[in-house]
């Protein structure tokens, strides 16, 4: 894509700045394989660094403190995947101006200076821990805004990014499910090291990787269960639903009963990043080799027994 005029980097933070119409014609990225070769769809909603100019200067935060809610570079890790045949949707947009992993309306009240529709939910989990559709926090609980955001800024972001970003999500499922009888939502994040302090965990290690299927309901238990197998093949120590068991994209799409699968996987940042600066580590490479592997070793079992389940639900 072509460098807009008016974008600019602040290399101090890492930060990529950009007037809105830069974002808003272009919020997400979908990179499409020459030949669709296998059931699955590769989603990074979090990934995303591109600022707006309004967005930074309304902030209370200094560009780094922003960044911290980014899934950093993960878009980069899953790039093998479609050489692979597989596609891969990532946003452009951050989390932290808004999250395509939640409701599309779930909103804090307090957050803005008009009251919110009656179809906005206020009451969920997400909307409590200040990290709804369009978060109050980062991920250090840092009060984002320095003053109250209309309702009409967020029914923008809303139309402009989220749903854009779950309408390619859609179509690309859909596709694969056409294609293959099945389909399987790989829902890529990357997580701190270390429990935070609101956190179950709090002040644990981490280990390297988390798959999340929604305690077995988002997708069939031979797709986690091989997943898990592949993983620690390749040296990675894995665990299940804990701390993290998939987010609203996974709960959403995971529909086993009509051949929509979800599994998330939550990716330690100490592998492959420096946590603390927000850039690139060593480990970058071999993991992107890895989870090109991992993807390549899990197309290639035997997955007619799904498609096969879905064909005689069909008739």
């Known amino acids: 894509m072509a460098t807009n005029p008016q974008q600019r980097n602040d290399d101090q933070a890492g930060l990529r700045v950009a007037d809105d119409a830069e974002l808003f014609e272009q919020p997400i990225s979908v990179e499409k394989p020459v030949e669709t070769r296998v059931p699955f769809v590769f989603s990074s909603p979090h990934s995303g660094r591109v600022y707006t100019e309004a967005f930074v200067t309304a ?31 990532h946003a452009r947009f951050p989390r932290a101006y808004l999250d395509a992993n939640r409701e599309p309306y779930e909103l804090d009240p307090a957050m803005f200076a008009d009251p919110l529709p009656p179809h906005v939910n206020t009451r969920s989990l997400r909307v409590a ?48 499910r056409q294609r293959f009888g099945w389909a399987l939502l790989v829902d890529c994040h990357s997580m ?3 429990g935070a302090p609101h956190e179950d965990d709090r002040g644990g290690n ?8 929604r305690y077995g309901t988002s997708c069939a238990s031979e797709i986690t269960q091989e997943a898990e197998r592949l993983l620690r093949r390749l040296g990675y120590r894995v665990a ?7 987010g609203f994209n996974t709960e959403h799409y995971g529909r086993p009963q009509v051949g929509l699968h979800a599994l998330q996987i939550e990716i330690n940042r100490a592998l492959y990043m420096d946590e603390a600066r927000l850039e690139r580590g060593a480990g970058l490479a071999r993991l992107k ?27």
């Open 129 to 176: 821990g200040g990290l709804g559709t369009i978060a109050r926090i980062v991920a250090d609980s840092t009060e984002i805004y320095r003053a109250p955001l209309s309702y009409a800024e967020a029914e923008r972001r809303i139309r402009s990014l989220y749903m854009p970003f779950h309408e390619a999500l859609r179509d690309l499922l859909e596709d694969a």
């Open 59 to 89: 902030s209370n935060l200094d560009p780094m403190t922003l960044r911290r809610s980014e899934d950093s570079f993960i878009e980069e890790v899953f790039g093998g995947v479609v050489a692979l045949g597989a596609p891969l949707l």
């Open 240 to 246: 299940r639903n804990n701390p993290y068991a998939g």
């Open 192 to 194: 701190p090291s270390v």
């Open 206 to 213: 981490r280990p390297d990787i988390v798959l999340g299927d």
């Open 289 to 315: 080799a890895d989870m090109t592997a991992f993807a390549a070793a899990l197309a290639d079992l035997d997955w007619s027994a799904l498609a096969g389940e879905m064909r005689r639900a069909a008739l």
